[in-house]
């Protein structure tokens, strides 16, 4: 009995150590069974520990006089966390590489300066406000009683979400808003007065945009009815968002600022002198 518990001993050692040190013996592998989550909050400090731990290792005790070139830590979830600091890294400058995109088109479309500057504040007003909100419900879980099942499971939005959704908010609501500004610069440029080029352009576009609004925000909305986190996340920032854009800012805040500007609105350029006044 004891030999043959020894065999099986050293089938099973020889089966793992086979696993994991290469043919030549040069190269080892440890596996390492984190006590919590490889992608929550503990596992970017944990990553980093060991990182700073191993690149010191030949200044400790236990490995002076050992022959070795090198100790990675590679693998499993290693390689979502790199990833996400390198996209997280560069995010920022893609999203400035965007604004300075959308600033100089809006720019030379309108011949001015103020248009973009609005247009960029109001794009990125009820993304904020959205983000926010989604903090709230998926990382705080100040609303975990309307989906209890699913949103008690949520320990955070997932890094990939808003790199996502925002790019996609952006597009939408730069296309909403255009429309409304080219009929009411449009208007103004035909000669009819500042604030009946507001008010006609609203009611003659508005109409059509909030419909195309609602209607992506409703296909958004499908992505809520999932159980997956994901997607619910990634479904209630793109619907929300759209919704409070095509609600809020694109029928009201947007004409109001265009309309307290007056015609600062266009400048450099200078829009004719109105001969179309309507008495409202």
Known sequence: PGASDFAKRAYVYQANFGSLVNSAHSAATVKVLTPFDPLGEEAKPWLSSVRALLASSHELDSYRGTQYSALYVLGGNTVVIDTMDRIFKLFPYVALATAVVIFAIVAILYRSLVVPVRLLFTIALPIGATLGLAVMIFQKGNFDKLAESVLSQSKGIYWLVPVMSIPI????????????????????????????????????????????????????????????????????????????????????????????????????????????????
Do not use: K
């Open 169 to 280: 908010c952006m597009g939408l609501m730069l296309d909403y808003q255009i429309f409304i500004l080219s009929r009411i610069a449009e208007l103004r440029r035909a000669g009819f007065d500042h604030y009946s080029s507001v008010r006609l352009g609203v009611s003659s576009a508005g109409t059509v945009v909030s419909v195309a609004g609602v209607i992506m925000a409703v296909a958004f909305g499908s992505l809520l009815i999932a159980e997956e986190l994901l997607l619910m996340c990634l479904g209630f920032i793109l619907c929300f968002a759209v919704l409070l854009d095509t609600l809020l800012i694109r029928p009201v805040i947007v004409p109001a600022a265009v309309w307290l500007s007056g015609d600062i609105n266009w400048w450099p350029s200078r829009m004719p002198e109105p001969h179309v006044v309507i008495p409202w």
